[in-house]
């Protein structure tokens, strides 16, 4: 049997593991499927909805059996009844991206976006990241419109005037950044850690323990390599861009890869919680179908395997 791995370059891990064959030692029939090429799931309402393909593509024949993501995506599955677990996280990316509009603006904090036109990559941690930032203004999502935007392309409406704020993320911010002046509404720290996770089916973690552990030993062994080589590390993520036609720079990225952290440690009671007021929030704010408890998946014995911290 094959253990199918699904990538994208989202997850900075996962992307570079599957370039660099060090899975492949431990699991020689391992399968790793591009997430950019699967079916495009239904556009969903983005005042009303999230989407859910990260979790519905792990129970899809087409699909794969472990997946890393931002914030967001297991909670979507968790919510659409999907018996997901987690494996582990890592440590805080305080520094990957940032609710942004123009400088003069008039636009200050978040208690002013109120009615304007806020682009997010919907479903993403960006949506978790702009909900919390409005819940403490006293905001919620029927407050404002959401736009959902590609994160390339956030940027490029902000600055034509399409948007009104912006959730950017590195290393695409950084080109904004160059161009105009910006203005930061919330940054990711004060908000929320936002780590990137892996998660899996519990019925793969339960009967594929072996498999699953190594996983994540050679997700820990190819973190430390980005750790020493960023710049290599960047060059597989501009070499795709740049063979799929896109326009990508070696120094941001490399840059984007230094200020992230790496490593698989277990998940946190912290981490949980967050989860958690995530969670109840897009709920609560017609997001999600039902509420959730996040520490329905959660399994002592993952922890157990993940126990090493995560690097920062």
Not at 15 to 31: K, M, S, T
Not at 230 to 238: D, G, L, S, T
Not at 285 to 310: C, K, Y
């Amino acid at each position: 049997m094959s253990i199918r791995v699904g990538y994208f370059p989202h997850n900075n891990s996962l992307f570079v593991l599957r370039h660099r064959g060090i899975l492949e030692r431990a699991l020689p029939d391992v399968e790793w499927v591009d997430l950019r090429e699967l079916p495009r799931p239904a556009p969903v309402d983005v005042k009303s909805a999230l989407p859910s393909q990260h979790s519905d593509w792990l129970f899809d024949e087409r699909g794969y059996d472990f997946i890393g993501t931002g914030f967001t995506p297991p909670i979507t599955a968790l919510a659409h009844g999907r018996d997901i677990v987690y494996v582990g996280i890592s440590g805080p990316r305080v520094e990957n991206g940032r609710l942004v509009t123009l400088a003069g603006s008039g636009i200050e904090t978040a208690a002013d976006l109120r009615g304007k036109r806020v682009g997010i990559a919907h479903g993403s941690w960006q949506t978790t990241l702009l909900l919390f930032a409005l819940d403490r203004a006293g905001l919620g999502w029927a407050d404002i419109e959401p736009v959902d935007t590609d994160v390339h392309d956030g940027g490029n409406l902000l600055r034509r005037g399409e948007l009104d704020a912006w959730v950017g993320a590195y290393p695409g911010l950084a080109a904004v950044e160059a161009a105009v002046d910006l203005h930061t509404i919330v940054d990711t720290e004060s908000v929320f850690s936002h780590p990137s996770l892996w998660f899996t089916r519990r019925d793969f973690a339960e009967q594929h323990r072996p498999e699953l552990e190594a996983i994540v030993a050679a997700l820990r062994e190819s973190d430390a390599w980005i750790v020493e080589h960023p710049r290599e590390a960047a060059r597989y993520f501009v070499d795709d861009i740049q063979a799929r036609g896109g326009d990508a720079d070696l120094d941001a990225w490399e840059a984007a890869l230094r200020g992230r952290p790496f490593g698989i440690g277990p998940v946190s009671p912290e981490f949980l919680a967050e989860q958690q007021h995530a969670a109840d929030l897009l709920a609560a704010n017609g997001l999600l179908p039902r509420r959730i408890e996040v520490g329905d998946a959660v399994l002592e014995w993952i922890g157990d395997a993940t126990g090493a911290p995560a690097r920062a």
